[in-house]
Structures are given as structure tokens and as C-alpha cells.
């Protein structure tokens, strides 16, 4: 079973800082890998999903990357925002269990003013 | 057509009454997902359907869940002789995906949450 764990479980910056999320997952047979933020008591936003072939996505401000040799993703935030401080889930899914999306516990983002 | 919608946002019961959520998908969307997430955990992948056939089941799912999506739209989950270890969110997704090829991006609902006391 694909295992995903996130470090750190929790962050907090100041506004205006870049930062990185990481994730690890231990099948690299993946199919893709996503990136959602969840906000309390909520349910889950996509931010950017990375196909099995690419390296990267980018969306604004965020960029994920993808190495899956070393069974590694991060999330690069750049010059963070107050709005940003949510939790970030990343998930990854392979063809041999279905494709379910395998979650991570979450890195828990909090950005101060 | 505004997203996942899923009802009841809440619901409290006791523990041995049985309790069903509905979750009405993208209406274009062919793929609908439903995850349960307890507190300072990720979601956990409970069952999908492409259209009306249920495609993968996980073994969280025991012989008290059960979901339905009768006509390839919306979908129900029903929980039956609900257990204090029931209580959790219940997230419904959905995805447009071709043939047999895993999901694109996967659009969750809010989530509706189960009190069991």
C-alpha cells in the first residue's frame, strides 16, 4: 500500500516568506501526485496535480515538483500570505490499488502578519 | 452548477441508529469518490464509482457501509448500526476521467460530519 507521510506537520512564518512543503511517498510507480489545501472544518481545494511523466506544475505563486527516483514532492510557496495559512494535503495515486488517492496527514501552514 | 454539494453538513445520532449522506456531484463529472477523514489525519479512500458501477471498494468498508449511486448521478452512503469509531468526516469527490485511466483533478465537497455519541 502507498504510504505518503509530510514534513513538517506544522509551520509558522512570517508574512512575506518563501517556504517549502515536503512530501514523501514510498511506491514510485505513481500515477500522479496532488497537492490540495484544506481549510478548518472544510473540505479539500486542489492545488495542483503532477502527472506520473512531468517534473513540475505551477500555479501563481505555488510550484510543485516531482521526483519520483527518490519518492519525493514538494510545494514551494512563494513571498506567503496571511490567506495562505490552511493545511496542505498532498496525495498520490497509483494504477495498482484503483488509483484511490493515498493522502498524507498534512502540513499545517501558518502564516502571521 | 456550483460544486459538490453534500447533505446533511452534520449529523449526530447514537450509536446503533443507522444514518445516510447524499453527495450530488459535477454534473459533467463522470467519477464520484467518497473518503472519510478523522481529526489530524488525511483523508482516507473509502469507495468510487465510474457512472453506476462501484469500481473499487477499500477494506475500510465494512459490511455496515454501504454506497449507491443508482443512476449515475448522485450517490448515497448509507452507515448502518453506526459505532462511536464511525464519527468522522465523510468527503464526497468527483472527477471527468476517460475510460479506465486514473482521475484528473478530483473536486471534494464540504464534507459532512457524523457525531456517533
Known amino acids: 500500500k502507498q504510504e505518503v507521510t509530510q514534513i513538517p506537520a506544522a509551520l509558522s512564518v512570517p508574512e512575506g516568506e518563501n517556504l517549502v512543503l515536503n512530501c514523501s511517498f514510498t511506491?514510485?510507480?505513481?500515477?500522479?501526485l496532488q497537492w490540495f489545501r484544506q481549510d478548518p472544518g472544510k473540505g479539500l481545494t486542489s492545488l495542483l496535480l503532477?502527472?506520473?511523466?512531468?517534473r513540475e506544475q505551477t500555479s501563481g505563486r505555488l510550484n510543485a515538483s516531482l521526483d519520483k527516483s527518490s519518492g519525493r514532492s514538494t510545494l514551494y510557496i512563494a513571498a506567503s500570505q496571511p490567506g495562505d495559512s490552511a493545511t496542505y494535503l498532498c496525495?498520490?495515486?497509483?494504477?495498482?490499488?484503483?488509483?484511490?488517492?493515498?493522502f498524507g496527514k498534512g502540513t499545517s501552514l501558518l502564516v502571521t502578519p | 452548477d456550483t460544486g459538490v454539494s453534500q447533505d446533511p453538513r452534520h449529523k449526530i445520532t447514537k450509536r446503533g441508529q443507522n444514518v445516510t449522506f447524499r453527495c450530488d456531484p459535477i454534473?459533467?463529472?463522470?467519477?464520484l469518490y467518497w473518503y472519510r477523514q478523522t481529526l489530524g489525519q488525511g483523508p482516507e479512500f473509502l469507495t468510487y464509482f465510474q457512472n453506476e458501477a462501484q469500481l473499487e471498494k477499500s477494506r475500510l468498508l465494512s459490511d455496515r457501509f454501504s454506497a449507491e449511486r443508482p443512476k449515475g448521478s448522485f450517490s448515497t452512503l448509507e452507515i448502518q448500526r453506526t459505532e462511536q469509531g464511525d464519527s468522522a468526516m465523510y468527503l464526497c469527490?468527483?472527477?471527468?476521467?476517460?475510460?479506465?485511466?486514473?482521475?484528473?483533478?478530483?473536486?471534494f465537497g464540504a464534507g459532512s460530519r457524523l457525531t456517533v455519541l
Open positions: 469527490a468527483s472527477s471527468f476521467t476517460l475510460g479506465t485511466n486514473g482521475a484528473n483533478v478530483l473536486t
Open positions: 454534473s459533467e463529472h463522470n467519477r
Open positions: 496525495a498520490a495515486s497509483n494504477s495498482n490499488s484503483g488509483y484511490a488517492l493515498n
Open positions: 511506491d514510485s510507480a505513481i500515477y500522479n
Open positions: 503532477i502527472q506520473s511523466s512531468q
